[in-house]
């Protein structure tokens, strides 16, 4: 399992605005940590604040694509997040491994589950935001983790705990109408980001699955794949999140930096 201490980059202040790029990491209070699940399982993770102390606007939890396809807490749009929008935006970004995921930050204890034990990483990684007295919090989901969003999220222990939730790219695979009924029930909000050109489920089905949740928008992609490969895509997700999250909307997020910036290996 991989160490505890924060993790390091080399910042450096440049004189002109730099552009920000897929690799750029801005100033954020980044630490590693480790879950703990009910059923004994110990997972890692990373979370990164707002610089100097300033309290997040809003924390999101992530859940990440499918472990056994490559999918881990460095999947692109979130290691995008975490290096982002602490800076720009005075959001907090909790990535974690679920059960059975390896990545440079290390292995969480366990095996993967199907979307069953993961019930329980989902319900520590809010009750660890919870502890930590942050307000304010999201789940955000992509593919895999969109089912865990919709089958978990809407019902307690989680429901009561989070503001509601934003979908990248749900296959609705495991998510059944049960979850989808769940989440109408508890009104909590749902934004669900659908690539135009999905492998699994693409807009004009989404929109006849969801209608099924009245609170719940859809919002299609143009040119985007299930992946959100390409800047284009990602910061485009970046801005609908922190659209949904903020108390006032701030997007489209800034692409440009003045102050200290360091670069991801």
């Given at each position: 399992?991989?160490?505890r ?33 009910a059923?004994?399982?110990?997972l ?13 606007q ?9 472990p ?67 307000h ?46 769940a ?8 934004k ?6 999905d ?8 929109s ?21 490969v390409?800047?284009?895509?990602a ?5 609908e999140?922190?659209d ?22």
């Open positions: 399992m991989a160490s201490d924060t993790p390091e980059y080399t910042f450096r202040t440049s004189h002109e605005a730099v552009e920000i790029r897929a690799s750029t990491v801005l100033p954020a209070d980044r630490r590693n940590i480790e879950l703990h699940t059923d004994g399982l110990t890692v993770g990373e979370f990164a604040a707002p610089a100097g102390g300033r309290a997040p809003a924390t999101l939890v992530t859940l990440h694509p499918l056994t396809h490559g999918g881990f807490m460095d999947s692109h749009v979130y290691r995008k997040a975490s290096f982002r929008l602490p800076a720009l935006a005075d959001i907090a970004v909790l990535r974690f491994n679920t059960r059975g995921t390896c990545s440079p930050r290390g292995c969480s204890e366990g095996a993967f589950d199907g979307g069953d034990g993961e019930r329980l990483d989902l319900q520590a990684a809010v009750d660890w935001a919870v502890a930590q007295g942050l304010n919090i999201w789940l955000v989901g992509w593919s895999f983790g969109t089912e865990l969003c919709l089958k978990y999220g809407a019902r307690d222990p989680v429901a009561e705990l989070i503001e509601g939730a934003i979908l990248l790219s749900p296959p609705l695979h495991r998510a059944d109408d049960d979850d989808l009924a989440w109408a029930a508890a009104g909590l909000p749902l669900v980001l659908v690539p135009e050109h492998d699994y489920l693409k807009p004009p089905e989404a006849e699955r969801f209608a099924a949740v009245p609170q719940a928008e859809v919002v299609p992609v143009k040119g985007a794949k299930h992946l959100w390409g800047e284009k895509y910061a485009r997700a970046l801005n999140i922190a949904v999250v903020l108390p006032a909307p701030v997007s489209p997020l800034p692409t440009m930096w003045e102050g200290p910036a360091a670069t991801a290996p």
